[in-house]
């Protein structure tokens, strides 16, 4: 079952903007990460927050973590044409006695305009 | 650079004709992941390894099947493909289960 939905599911915006993608889910987590895929190619790791921290910083990435609310954000700051893509978040529960997985959500289309 | 190699990137096969997808890994994980991602779609968890233990996800559909003959190497098996197992596959590692995953440029398969 989906653990991670995204909102929104498509953002346009020009170079320079900010962009923000949010992610809720629905269970208790371990860890939240959020990936990055450009079209035809494989994931790539940007962030990994765990459930005991709020933020995070990484360059231009900012993200958030409200486990209350049981959601998270991505902020894109200054974007560039070169941050089009697909952002996916990513839910880690350890699984308790079974093993632990990565579900990701469906995932944010990002377009920056030059 | 230490990464993870899918071969072949694309790969063609006809309905029903068995398939291998390969993935193959220079960061000496411990665990090996197969992904299913269709169009538009977030990546789906086929199965796992953590070193040579397999976890198959429960909706994992009968003719696939997975094989690591050591660390470095993990392969996908298709027996029986049918138009709606094209995709594409993504294969990912890390160090543990809850690290982040690195994953490969993945193999896009098309059924004729």
């Known amino acids: 079952s989906q653990q991670g939905e995204e909102d929104p599911q498509a953002l346009s915006i020009q170079e320079g903007e900010n962009a923000t993608m949010n992610c809720s889910y629905k269970t208790s987590i371990n860890n939240l990460q959020w990936y990055r895929q450009n079209s035809g190619r494989g994931l790539v790791h940007l962030i990994l927050?765990?459930?005991?921290?709020r933020e995070k910083h990484s360059g231009r990435l900012r993200v958030t973590l409200d486990t209350s609310k049981k959601s998270s954000s991505l902020l894109i700051t200054a974007s560039r044409a070169a941050d089009t893509a697909s952002y996916f978040c990513?839910?880690?529960?350890?699984?308790?006695?079974?093993?632990?997985?990565?579900?990701f959500g469906q995932g944010t289309i990002l377009t920056v305009h030059p | 650079d230490a990464m993870v190699i899918q071969n072949p990137r694309y790969q063609v096969t006809q309905f029903g004709k068995p398939v291998t997808l390969s993935c193959s890994q220079t960061?000496?994980?411990?665990?090996m992941y197969w992904y299913q991602q269709k169009s538009s779609q977030a990546p789906k968890l086929l199965f796992h390894?953590?070193?040579?233990?397999?976890?198959n996800e429960a909706d994992t559909p009968d003719n696939f099947q997975s094989r690591r003959p050591n660390t470095s190497f993990c392969f996908l098996d298709i027996r029986s493909p049918g138009l709606g197992d094209a995709a594409m596959y993504l294969c990912?590692?890390?160090?543990?289960?809850?690290?982040?995953?690195?994953f490969g440029d993945g193999t896009r398969l098309s059924i004729l």
């Open positions: 990513a839910t880690y529960n350890a699984g308790g006695t079974s093993y632990g997985k990565l579900t």
């Open positions: 390894y953590y070193d040579k233990d397999f976890n």
């Open positions: 990912a590692t890390s160090r543990e289960e809850a690290d982040p995953q690195h």
């Open positions: 927050i765990r459930s005991n921290e």
């Open positions: 960061l000496n994980h411990n665990v």
